[in-house]
């Protein structure tokens, strides 16, 4: 499964990867919109795991993007902010399969990937 992680702080980001990859999972880390898009454009990914809480960040363009590249893709939406709390985020973004709250726990975050990844994101 090959899985997309845009996450602003890398220690943070570098920790979801290694358990992801503990896993089973192929991770790629991005700590911002540049990077993510980058690998959007040459690679295609099965989840993406966004924080839609990064400053200076369009996570709507990010998740846009992976959907147009892979229909099929499930979309995990972290945050550590409590306005997409009401479900508004599953609106925003067709593809979004899972919301967590920051903090989220490796194993929480893991259980959500391998579910919708291998599923499909169905």
């Known amino acids: 499964m ?23 999972g192929r991770t790629r880390l991005c700590p911002n919109e540049k990077c993510a898009i980058d690998a959007l454009r040459f690679e295609t990914f099965d989840v993406l795991v966004l924080d839609v809480g990064m400053e200076d960040t369009s996570v709507l363009a990010i998740s846009d993007l992976a959907t147009y590249r892979n229909p099929h893709v499930a979309i995990i939406v ?41 599923s499909g994101g169905n």
């Open 2 to 24: 090959n899985i997309l992680v845009v996450e602003a702080v890398a220690e943070l980001g570098r920790l979801w990867c290694r358990h992801l990859e503990r896993q089973g």
């Open 78 to 118: 972290v945050t550590a902010k409590s306005f997409f709390s009401d479900g508004m985020i599953f609106d925003l973004i067709p593809n979004a399969r899972g919301y967590l709250h920051t903090p989220v726990l490796p194993d929480d975050l893991a259980a959500l990937v391998d579910h919708y990844g291998r």
